[in-house]
């Protein structure tokens, strides 16, 4: 049983992941700035923000896993890449893992590349929030060693807008975004927690980036 705290554990990443490890039995705490409109049972929920320093330091006491499941283009006025060292030095103080739920827009297309961010398709509305996330990725993989930590990239296709079908199945790939045999490529949120919570419990991928797709 992990001791494991959310940041954002109300939204629809983070929700998903707390009743999927709590129903695993797993103790989940969430923090958000505010309270939920349904709250699951068996989450601790209190509310604090990711840009204060006290409570990240107080969220990481305990803690097992520091799971960050918010959106990175703005976390209370700053990027979230604003937001990464201080919740590196509270991991690493604490020795938590820590962990995100990042974009799909720094997923590779193919082995060596391009992103996916990077090609002509993408969206330029999306663009900001991708690459802010892809700031992200770049800080962790150049943390200190004692720094234990994952970041899973969910496929193109994922979202509250687009929930998807509950599989019960997933599969990853490396820094590569996970597609169909029709080049599409999607994941549900039910799924994404699946995969996030075996990875807090096998620690397959360690100091890794990984994607995931149905």
Same mark, same amino acid.
């Given at each position: 049983?992990? *001791?494991?705290?959310?940041?954002? &554990? !109300?939204g629809y990443s983070g929700g998903n992941?707390?009743?999927?490890?709590? +129903? %695993?039995?797993?103790? @989940? !705490?969430?923090?958000? %700035?505010?309270?939920?409109?349904?709250?699951?049972? +068996?989450?601790?929920?209190?509310?604090?923000?990711?840009?204060?320093? =006290?409570? @990240?330091?107080?969220?990481? *006491?305990?803690?097992d896993q520091l799971v960050v499941a918010l959106k990175a283009e703005d976390v209370d006025g700053a990027p979230m890449a604003a937001r990464v060292p201080t919740l590196i030095e509270a991991a690493r103080t604490h020795d938590a893992r820590?962990?995100?739920?990042? &974009?799909?827009?720094?997923?590779?297309?193919?082995?060596?590349?391009? %992103?996916? @961010?990077?090609?002509? =398709?993408?969206?330029? =509305?999306?663009?900001?929030?991708?690459?802010?996330h892809a700031d992200v990725l770049e800080l962790m993989q150049q943390a200190p060693e004692d720094l234990d930590w994952f970041y899973v990239s969910p496929a193109a296709l994922y979202g509250s807008f687009a929930p998807g079908e509950t599989t019960g199945s997933y %599969? !990853?790939?490396?820094? @590569?975004?996970? !597609?169909?045999? =029709? &080049?599409s490529s999607e994941i549900s949120g039910t799924d994404l927690a699946r995969a996030y919570v075996d990875e807090i419990e096998s620690r397959a991928h360690p100091r890794q980036r990984f994607t995931v797709g149905h």
């Open positions: 049983m992990a *001791q494991i705290v959310i940041f954002g &554990g !109300t992941i707390a009743r999927e490890a709590v +129903g %695993r039995g797993h103790n @989940v !705490t969430s923090y958000t %700035r505010n309270a939920p409109a349904e709250p699951i049972d +068996g989450v601790d929920y209190r509310l604090g923000s990711m840009a204060d320093p =006290d409570v @990240v330091k107080a969220a990481a *006491q305990g803690a820590l962990s995100f739920v990042g &974009g799909a827009g720094s997923s590779l297309v193919a082995e060596g590349g391009p %992103r996916l @961010v990077d090609g002509p =398709d993408f969206h330029e =509305d999306w663009k900001p929030e991708a690459l802010a %599969r !990853t790939g490396g820094d @590569v975004l996970v !597609t169909k045999e =029709d &080049g």
